[in-house]
């Protein structure tokens, strides 16, 4: 298992193995289905509020896109298969074909993404990290809502209401922790290391 990159984990672990990388994702794994546990209920809505697109910022970013990627696919398979890591301890192949099923796979491609954006170092600075978790989370909204649309037949008015609005407050305080929080840690590492 080889996902040669530069990113925040190269940096910090540079030498790995197949068991190391298998442990980051194991742990990415738990960190996805510890924050998914954070989960509010929106009122007229079949998503609720989750702190699972934070753990998507971050691992994305600081694993890089193929270990980041891998990570969330390897979440997804474990949550089809039984184990109570989607929101609200659920689990099960329906959580993918149903209302969250957009957003979950907005994640998974938002982690290659910001992964791939990481790797250009554009985690590195505020001005380019900023905008690239907003890229990140735009990713996973776009998926979801366009299969909110799709699962429920609703209106594009009722899908954006229930699907979006509930969502930005919590988004941007998500992209702000991220997105200053990387650069922090790489300007920390850079004193460090020089």
């Known amino acids: 298992m080889s996902f040669a990159s530069t990113s925040l984990r ?11 990388n298998a442990l980051f994702v194991v742990g990415g794994v738990i960190f996805l289905g510890a924050l998914a546990q954070i989960a ?5 809505s ?6 699972q697109t934070l753990g998507v910022l971050l691992i994305g970013t600081s694993y ?3 270990l980041g990627f891998t990570t969330f696919a390897v979440y997804l398979l474990a949550g089809i298969l039984g184990a109570p890591i989607f929101a609200g301890q659920s689990f099960g192949f329906e959580k993918i074909v149903g209302a969250t099923g957009g957003y979950l796979i907005g994640m998974l491609f938002a982690t290659y993404v910001l992964g791939k954006m990481a790797q250009n170092q554009l985690d590195r600075k505020f001005i380019t990290a900023l905008p690239s978790m907003l890229i990140g989370s735009l990713i996973t909204f776009s998926c979801g ?3 909110l649309h799709q699962v429920t037949q609703q209106s594009w ?3 954006f209401n ?11 305080l998500k992209i702000a922790i991220a997105g200053t929080s990387l650069p922090i840690l790489w300007r ?3 004193r460090k290391n020089a």
Do not use: Y
């Open 188 to 190: 920390f590492i850079n």
């Open 145 to 147: 809502i366009i299969w």
């Open 157 to 159: 008015s009722w899908t």
């Open 64 to 66: 890089g896109a193929g």
């Open 10 to 20: 190269t940096t910090v672990v540079a030498r790995t193995s197949a068991m190391t």
């Open 46 to 51: 079949p998503i609720p509020v989750t702190g």
């Open 40 to 44: 509010i209920p929106v009122p007229g």
């Open 162 to 172: 229930a699907g979006l609005t509930p969502f930005i407050v919590g988004e941007i």
